[in-house]
């Protein structure tokens, strides 16, 4: 058994003893009430799983395992000479609840380039698609025909406990995280590249090497690869990609048929796809006024041509947030460090200054502030990563850390299939008719 699975063995059994115990003592207690408007409302705010991982508040955003992202920042081992965490060790700390070593994070780095090789014909299956599928269907095919490796259904067939259910989730986790970056640059290339594929390069880490075979050997695109690895990982449990992830799962599906669930969710323009979104959008506003830089009346009036369209601004708002979102933050931070005269940053700080006034005249939208994915795309843009239907494909490779490690907790704490009630509008004008 590797050291990282045998020190995530030994907590498994004090993490069921406190849920026992909360269970056992407090298993009757009310943590909340539902209201008719959350039924019609998308379970907005309703409390309905644990996710151990991360939680967001509402005004101070995502805190992973009790950590900001300033604070993960200062505190997370770097790449020698490197200022970003790496994402080796978000995932430690999101596995093991506890912050990790240099010496963790290098042993995390090393297990997953072990685990790297993907097989052959799941290149195959991606090469069958037409060249013009869009890189998140591909993303999603190649995840659900890796399904062939998978420990867990063979460990299923061949008939195990309940209690050894995590042991086979965590290989198949491991081999997922490890392969995922292989799968998205090989898209990345085939599309994008005339199929000139690049060779991984086992020294490098486990996002340096995620650039290097996207084709973009310069360091401080590592540098902005392990920054974006790390803030998009996680968002707590109940966002499209995290709960479909965990929904499929929790019906013993195996992880890869679980994650490629996630996938088809990332990819909606209200959720992950957002990021292509922006800079779709962000694009579109610049051809309309000829190039330049907008002035804030010409983006305000853009604004408004979106709205009427009956379409939303991507990259503002959010479901739970009601403040600026502190992974916008740390990538305008990122963009100010490395590129503060990049011409559409300047336009990504104008709309800052623009939308959230504009959102707020509505008189309907919660949060005029941006998130994540207002920002993402600038970023790339400015290093030649300009092919923005693949961003959603970066934001997946990510999201893999939070949602895996999840599942693997849930199989070792014995989580349930998830089915929760439903009723109808019938129903609800009788309970108020009476
Ligand atoms: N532009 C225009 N209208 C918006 C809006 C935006 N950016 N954000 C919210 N609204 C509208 C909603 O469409 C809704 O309108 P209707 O009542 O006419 O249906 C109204 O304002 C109230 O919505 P809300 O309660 O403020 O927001 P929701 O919780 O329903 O939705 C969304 C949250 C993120 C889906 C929403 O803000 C949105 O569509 N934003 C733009 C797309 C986007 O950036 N998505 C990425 C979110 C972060 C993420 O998951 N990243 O992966």
């Known amino acids: 058994m ?27 207690e009310v943590v909340g009430e539902i209201k008719v408007s959350q039924l019609y409302g998308g379970m907005r705010g309703m409390l309905s799983m644990v996710c151990e991982t991360s939680k967001l508040d509402p005004e101070e955003g995502i805190r992973f395992r009790g950590y900001s992202i300033p604070e993960l920042q200062e505190k997370l081992p770097h790449y020698p000479e490197g200022a970003e965490p ?15 070593t240099e010496d963790d994070v290098r042993r995390v780095s090393n297990n997953w380039a072990r685990r790297a090789i993907v097989p052959p014909h799941v290149f195959k299956v991606i090469d069958a698609l037409p060249e013009n599928t869009h890189p998140m269907t591909q993303f999603s095919a190649a995840i659900t025909a890796m399904r062939t490796e998978s420990e867990f259904v063979k460990a299923y067939r061949k008939g195990m406990t309940k209690q050894e259910y995590w042991e086979p989730t965590y290989e198949d986790a491991m081999n997922l995280i490890a392969r995922l ?8 290339r085939r ?14 880490d486990w996002s340096g090497n995620f650039a290097h075979m996207l084709g973009f050997d310069n360091d401080e695109f590592r540098e902005l690869m392990r920054l974006y690895m790390t803030i998009h990982s996680d968002h707590e449990g109940g966002n499209v990609s995290a709960h479909a992830t965990h929904l499929v799962s929790s019906a013993l599906t195996d992880p890869y048929l ?19 979104e922006v800079v779709r959008w962000l694009l579109g506003m610049k051809d309309e006024l000829g190039g330049g830089t907008p002035s804030k009346d010409q983006i305000a009036e853009y604004c408004k041509t979106t709205l009427k369209a009956g379409k939303v601004i991507p990259g503002f708002g959010h479901a ?21 005269e990049n011409d559409l940053f300047k336009i990504v700080s104008r709309v800052y200054e623009v939308v959230p006034g ?39 490779v990510s999201r893999a850390l939070g949602v895996l490690t999840n599942i693997v907790w849930d199989r070792a704490t014995g989580g349930p299939i998830e089915r929760p009630g439903s009723t109808t509008t019938e129903l609800l004008k009788e309970r108020f008719n009476k």
Not at 90 to 98: D, S, V
Not at 181 to 188: E, L
Not at 260 to 267: E, F, P, S, T
Not at 368 to 384: E, F, I, K, T
């Open 2 to 28: 590797d050291r990282l699975k045998e020190k995530f063995a030994a907590k498994i059994q004090p993490a069921i003893d406190e849920r026992r115990a909360l269970l056992s003592d407090h298993g009757d």
């Open 86 to 100: 790496l994402p080796e060790g978000i995932f430690y700390l999101m596995l093991m609840g506890e912050l990790p």
């Open 181 to 188: 970056p292989r799968v998205a640059a090989y898209i990345y």
């Open 191 to 204: 599309t994008y590249h005339n199929n000139d594929h690049i060779e991984p390069d086992p020294k490098l």
């Open 258 to 276: 679980s994650f490629a669930a996630g996938m088809n969710g990332l990819a909606g323009p209200l959720h992950g796809l957002a990021n292509q």
């Open 320 to 340: 739970v947030l009601r403040k600026t979102d502190p992974r916008y933050t740390a990538q305008r931070e990122f963009a100010q460090k490395h590129m503060p």
């Open 358 to 396: 504009i959102l707020t005249a509505t008189g309907k939208v919660k949060n005029p502030w941006p998130n994540v994915d207002a920002h993402s795309g600038v970023l790339l843009m400015n290093y030649g990563l300009v092919e923005y239907d693949f961003y959603t494909v970066l934001f997946g």
